[in-house]
């Protein structure tokens, strides 16, 4: 080996050893100051309860403050966007929602790009949306169900959450593959769309898991089916739409941490490390089970994957269903 060489090949070892002691350094000191976390929603919603109760426990264990500061507005296009430009140094965190991947192709323009502009930490928890329907409808299950509305075209209207969330996308997703003549009927929030078909002024609806467990428990709405591949543990005795004779259906509320692009990589795998101890812990396994969601473990890698794969289904339902947010 010539001199030169040998003095470049050593040069360009010490500079691989120095980034990674760096690395290492810069990991063992996260954090030195509080964190900002970013929710891009009102308090007292799903994607702020879960943010307060995980930030709680990374305080305690991180010994810096992880604080909550919300940036709701714009179907929570408002706070991601000012995640996206925040500096990329691990100091700002955000908790994303289903909106991070829906919004995409439901907006005509947001102010992130949700593969650009980010990197993922974790998929933290998922919660399944659930058909239910009034006593008055004369359905014990989905094919009954599906028979009913065919027999009446034209006639019947589901509830839903607003335009573009996961109970809507659930909805039109069920009525296109059944070829169902049903009307969607958009309400600001799942309390409202269910509160309507408690009512039976829309004694067909689509919504998040939460707002529906003790109403059916109480008999006072029947729960036809859970959207996720696999039974709710707050409704176990509740078939999927797979096991109720409609497969394909999967759709659920996912809340994960991600930090702008670009933030060391370093505190990128020790927050998800943090992270992926805390949800499994149980009391966070519990409590989260009181809101209807399901604790997750997830690599960045695997949560990445999942922002794809998402964005690619929801933007294929929009775009064929013409949904649009001006």
Known sequence: MRRRDFITLIG??????????????????????????IVPFAPAGPAD????????????????????????????????????????????????????????????????DPYRDFAPITLAAVSPNVLVIHPSIPANNVQELIAFIKAHPGKYSFAHSGVGTTPHLSGEMFKRSQSLDIVAVPFNGSGPAIQSTLAGHTPIGFTV?????????????????????????????????????????EADTILGIVAPAHSPQPIIELLNREISNIMRQPDVVEKLETLGFDAIVSTPDEFTARIKTDIVKWGSLIQSANIKIE
């Not at 360009?12 to 976390?37: D, F, H, I, M």
């Not at 995640?83 to 919004?103: E, K, L, M, Q, W």
């Open 12 to 37: 360009g070892a010490a500079t691989t050893w120095s980034l990674a002691a760096s690395c290492a350094a810069l990991a063992q000191s996260y954090p030195s100051k509080p964190v900002r976390v």
């Open 49 to 112: 309860v879960l943010a307060r109760l995980l930030m709680s426990k990374l305080s305690q264990g991180l010994g810096q403050q992880f604080y909550i500061e919300n940036q709701a507005g714009a179907g929570g296009n408002l706070g991601m966007g000012a995640a996206a430009h925040a500096t990329p140094d691990g100091y700002t965190i955000a908790v994303v929602s289903t909106s991070f991947v829906v919004n995409p192709s439901l907006y005509p323009k947001i102010p992130y």
């Open 209 to 249: 898991l939460t707002p529906a467990v003790q109403l059916v428990k109480d008999g006072k709405l029947r729960c036809l089916a859970v959207t996720t591949p696999k039974r709710s543990v707050a409704l176990p005795d509740v078939p999927t739409l797979a096991e109720a004779g409609v497969p394909g259906q």
